[in-house]
């Protein structure tokens, strides 16, 4: 599936009423939404963490799997969400991203913190 379908599949299942709604609306409920898909896949590495299971069951573990792909694709579709909702090709963040990070390779400041690195 290419972006633009998946944004069409984002567009028909976009509950809070009619499509029109207002735009400033739709963008801090997709904001909204995607903080909290991550924060569930935050949540499970913090369940790991305490050891309520073994990180390698995401990979060998079908229903740990499923919930980890589960949260991802909810990650995605405020993502995606969100581009549509301010005119944003999510084919440019992503080429924006790579760009900064092969920046902050060449440079050698892949680690550190801070946006301007």
């Known amino acids: 599936m290419n972006d633009r379908d998946y944004i069409d599949v984002i567009r028909e299942t976009f509950l809070p009423g009619d499509y029109s709604v207002a735009e400033t609306n739709r963008v801090l409920y997709m ?7 991550a ?8 369940k790991a963490m305490r050891g309520d ?22 990650v995605f579709w405020f993502l995606y969400g969100l581009c549509d909702a301010i005119g944003i090709d999510p084919a440019d963040v992503r080429e924006l991203n790579a760009e900064t990070l092969l920046s902050r390779k060449e440079r050698g400041t892949l680690m550190g913190d801070g946006d301007e690195r």
Do not use: H, S, T
């Open 31 to 37: 904001m909204v939404g995607l903080a909290g898909e």
């Open 53 to 74: 299971f073994n990180l390698n069951e995401l990979r060998m573990f079908p229903p740990r799997r499923e919930k980890l792909i589960g949260e991802m694709g909810g």
């Open 39 to 46: 924060g569930e896949i935050a949540n499970m590495a913090q």
